[in-house]
């Protein structure tokens, strides 16, 4: 439905305000530009409350938008029904969590498997590929263990090794270090960046570590519910914490 080369991101004066029960509302994108090309490796930083998870949700397709454009792959979100949101989500995305987001008495690779076997495909083919993910992230030997079993950074990996099961176009990570030590964070990142280089997937990453920000192609630095800076290199001190 999407042509390849088209599959790019571009948000104009996009607008997302919450309705509080006190019947408040609360603006918290005010108005946000960017652009994002296929197979970008792009960083989202940004203080606490600017947005960033926000706007990964909203392109993500989770959350619906208040006002403004927002493209993905030549499809305008808000043109979308609730039902084809869905689908489009499972066709072209994946998304990663701080938290891992594993289910806990599955194995490593029955986690893989699982969003192969939910769309459809026979237990025997789901293995294979399942083993070829791991394999992947270099977690073939843990392949049985449980996400208990696991270190951080393994399970980080066993939850990278199932987004590409979704054999997305885009993969959305919010803050996938968070809950990380510094070394391990690192070696994440470098696998995300391997990944968006070589399979030409574009990941969109919230960060707040100026170390991981400088790995990628292009950062864009949120303040307040915009972009108040993009960069395309040299990242800076005026970025978050
Ligand atoms: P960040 O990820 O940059 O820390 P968020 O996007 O999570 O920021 O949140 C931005 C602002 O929007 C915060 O002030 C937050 O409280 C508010 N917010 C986020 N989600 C909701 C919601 N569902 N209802 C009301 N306010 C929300
Ligand atoms: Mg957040």
Known sequence: MVE????????????????????????VLT????EIYQGEFVAIMGPS???????????????????????VGGVQLDSL?????????RAHSAIIFQSFALIDYLTAIE????PLIVRGISQDEAEAKALHFLEAVDLYSRKDHLPEELSGGEQQRVAIARALAHEPKIIYADEPTGNLDAVTGMKIIHLLK???H?????VIMVTH????AMETDRVYILQEGKVIKEKSEEIGERTSK
């Open 111 to 114: 986690n893989v498997k699982l």
């Open 198 to 202: 070589s399979m030409g997937i574009t």
């Open 31 to 34: 108005g946000l530009d960017l």
């Open 49 to 71: 409350g600017s947005g960033k998870s926000t706007l990964v949700n909203i392109l993500s397709t989770l959350e619906t938008i208040t006002g403004g454009d927002v493209n």
């Open 209 to 212: 570590d100026h170390k991981a």
């Open 81 to 89: 029904s609730s039902n084809d949101l869905l689908n489009f989500r």
């Open 194 to 196: 391997e990944i968006s």
């Open 4 to 27: 390849e080369s088209k599959f790019a991101i571009v948000a104009k004066d996009l607008v997302k305000n919450f309705d509080l029960p006190s019947g408040d509302s609360v603006n």
